[in-house]
Each structure stands twice: as structure tokens, then as C-alpha cells.
């Protein structure tokens, strides 16, 4: 089942801080989050794995709430850069496979 | 980025006719998978791969077949195509288990007319 992801779309002035939900009514071992620009492929920006430290690089952060099976993304004073849409993807545990399933996307403008 | 490359970029055909999808990586990974992506649905798992001739299905794999005889490459094969499988087509590739980032190709935009 396709974890939930929500809003489905935010809209921010430059400097604004944003918080991107992702739930899954599964138990989860990780959580991936991803960004997409219009046309281009999603690129990977971080793991949140069952245990494991919440992770962050730059403006950007998140953390998982494994009793929960939720994950939130943190973008603090974003940019015009940090525009796309952002999807969550989920891996359940005893996944040999690295299967991930893939929310509906949360799409971010950020306008000047 | 990671090595990986898909073709064709770009294709139209029409109802009924074969398509092939070809996915190529060069960081010997033992993962690879298929996604298409359609508005309002993300990205959703067609079928993957864990090694040499050793292939699974994923959540929407009727219509579809793949094929891997060899690590770097992927093939995915629409036997005759219909207009349903109008879509993006991504390629992914996954170094290892579970809690390992998945990298992704630049797509392939398949139109069926």
C-alpha cells in the first residue's frame, strides 16, 4: 500500500521553512527521500533507517518516527533551488529485495 | 552520478506493436529495477532485478516482461504495447540490501498511439 504524503502542495517565498509528511500504515525499516525537477529523474537526498540518528545535510533534515511509521522532511530558509516534487519511499522490513514504494509526491515552489 | 543510461530517450509507437526499454549501468550493481510514473500515482515498481537472470515482479508487472543476461544491463520488453503503457519509464540501480539508496536514470517518455 502506498504511503500517504501530505500536503500535496506547498508554496513558499524564499527564506520560509516547509515540513513534508510521509505515512505508511506498514511497519517500516527505512524511509528514502527523494526530489524530482520537472522532466529530469528524482535524485536521492537521504535514508532515515529503523534505529537509526535523524539525518540532515544543509537546510535540509528529517526523522522517522518508527512507532508512528511516519517520516517528516524538514527544509528550513529554503531556496529557488529546493523547488520539485518530493517523494517519500518506503521499505518495509525482511525486504531482501530493497523494494521501495513510493508516496504520491508533495509538490514545493518556492517563488522569490 | 551514478552510471547509468537509458534507451531511448524518447519513443512513439503504436497499439500492438513490441517495445523494448533498455537500461545500462556501469557501478556493477546487483540491484536494478523498473518504475513508470504517471501523474497522480509517483513512481510505481514494474519489476527488478537481484542478479544475473534473477528477476522478480513488482506492483504493476502484467504487460511487461524483463530480462537481465548480463550485471550492467536491464531490459524491459512491452510484448504489445497499449495505450495504457503511455508513461515515463525509470531505471533504478541499488548497490545493496536493505537501507540502501536507489539511483535513478534519466527516463524514458514511451507515447503508444
Known amino acids: 500500500q502506498q504511503p500517504v504524503q501530505s500536503p500535496q502542495a506547498v508554496i513558499l517565498r524564499e527564506g520560509e521553512d516547509a515540513v513534508i509528511n510521509c505515512s505508511s500504515s506498514?511497519?517500516?525499516?527505512?524511509v528514502h527521500w527523494y526530489r524530482q525537477k520537472h522532466g529530469e529523474a528524482p535524485i536521492f537526498l537521504m535514508i532515515?533507517?529503523?534505529?537509526?540518528e535523524q539525518k540532515g545535510h544543509d537546510k535540509i533534515s528529517a526523522s522517522f518516527n518508527e512507532k508512528k511509521q511516519q517520516s517528516s522532511l524538514y527544509l528550513t530558509a529554503s531556496q529557488l533551488s529546493y523547488s520539485g516534487t518530493y517523494f517519500c519511499?518506503?521499505?518495509?522490513?525482511?525486504?531482501?529485495?530493497?523494494?521501495?514504494?513510493f508516496g504520491g509526491g508533495t509538490r514545493l515552489m518556492v517563488k522569490p | 552520478d551514478a552510471g547509468i543510461t537509458q534507451s531511448p530517450r524518447h519513443k512513439v509507437t503504436e497499439t500492438g506493436t513490441p517495445v523494448t526499454l533498455r537500461c545500462h549501468q556501469t557501478?556493477?550493481?546487483?540491484?536494478m529495477y523498473w518504475y513508470r510514473q504517471d501523474p497522480g500515482h509517483g513512481l510505481r515498481l514494474i519489476h527488478y532485478s537481484y542478479g544475473v537472470k534473477d528477476t522478480d515482479k513488482g506492483e504493476v508487472s502484467d504487460g511487461y516482461s524483463v530480462s537481465r543476461s548480463k550485471t550492467e544491463d536491464f531490459l524491459l520488453t512491452l510484448e504489445s504495447a497499449t495505450s495504457s503503457q503511455t508513461s515515463v519509464y525509470f531505471c533504478?540501480?541499488?548497490?545493496?540490501?536493505?537501507?540502501?539508496?536507489?539511483?535513478f536514470g534519466d527516463g524514458t517518455r514511451l507515447s503508444i498511439l
Open positions: 532515515l533507517l529503523k534505529g537509526g
Open positions: 557501478e556493477n550493481h546487483r540491484y
Open positions: 519511499g518506503t521499505e518495509i522490513s525482511n525486504n531482501a529485495g530493497n523494494m521501495l514504494t
Open positions: 533504478a540501480i541499488s548497490g545493496g540490501a536493505v537501507g540502501q539508496p536507489q539511483h
Open positions: 506498514k511497519a517500516l525499516y527505512s
